[in-house]
């Protein structure tokens, strides 16, 4: 099994690797992909926010704490590293903040196809070493439509991804991708990706969001079934529409 990172690729992006603290990480290397690697990746695609340089820290915010706690395990079961998880006092949506303050990780998950900095205004692909295996598909999938997914009573499943204007073209690259992976490795129709009408006034600039739709009545069964949600309560929700079926 070819690795997804090995620890030179980590040390070269230290502007002085000799100085980095290998002692803490090189038991994460070679770093192999598995599927609570990519469901981590999918988690942190959708309520994630990697912070860059000089902080290189790793923030999920969540109003579900079976989310958060889950994503801490992710954490410390790949790596042994653990956030600390607080009340955002910033916002009005009973949502909580999991901070992981380790730049090595961060680091990591970089070079392992994460975005850094603010997902709005950046390109991010689904990285390749997903996309081509069933497996590391699902798990991502699985926690990408946890975080940014929304079961709707007429028996659909709805994702939106909100991107700046100029940064529309590489979000329906990312969405497209989704598409053909769910085709491809579970027949599953999707359509999309189209961008919805409405405009967000931003402090970064005008924000629109992409959308994607699982809507046949076939489609919702087979991806309950076969990929379904972290979320329990998402899972909950889509098995009780399909045995309504």
């Known amino acids: ?37 990519a469901k981590l990746c999918g988690f942190l695609i959708g309520d994630g926010h990697m912070q860059p340089a000089p902080r290189w820290r790793i923030d999920f915010t969540s109003n579900n704490f079976e989310n958060l706690n889950y994503v801490n395990s992710l954490f410390f079961d790949l790596f042994g ?14 949502t909580h903040n999991l901070g992981v303050n380790c730049k090595s990780l961060t680091r990591t998950l970089f070079l392992c196809g994460m975005p850094i900095g603010a997902k709005v205004e950046c390109s991010f692909c689904v990285p390749n070493w997903i996309l081509v295996d069933a497996n590391y598909f699902r798990g991502f999938v699985r926690a990408y439509f946890s975080s940014e997914g929304c079961v709707e009573n007429e028996r659909r499943i709805s994702v939106n991804q909100w991107k700046l204007v ?11 991708q989704i598409i053909f992976g769910l085709k491809k490795h579970f027949g599953i129709s999707c359509s999309g990706p189209y961008i919805i009408n409405f405009q967000n006034s931003t402090k970064k600039g005008i924000t629109q969001a992409i959308k994607i739709c699982i809507r046949r009545k076939k489609d919702f069964k087979e991806y309950t079934e076969k990929i379904g949600f972290v979320d329990l309560a998402k899972q909950a929700k889509a098995e009780l529409l399909v045995g309504d079926y």
Do not use: H
Request: glycine share 4%.
């Open 166 to 176: 100029d940064t529309l073209p590489a979000g329906k690259k990312f969405m497209s």
């Open 1 to 37: 099994m070819d690795s997804v990172l090995e620890l030179s690729e980590l040390l070269n992006i230290y502007e002085k690797p000799s100085q980095a603290p290998v002692e803490d990480f090189a038991q994460w290397f070679p770093l192999y992909p598995s599927e609570k690697l």
């Open 81 to 94: 590293v653990k956030g600390k998880i607080r009340k955002c006092s910033t916002n009005k949506y009973n």
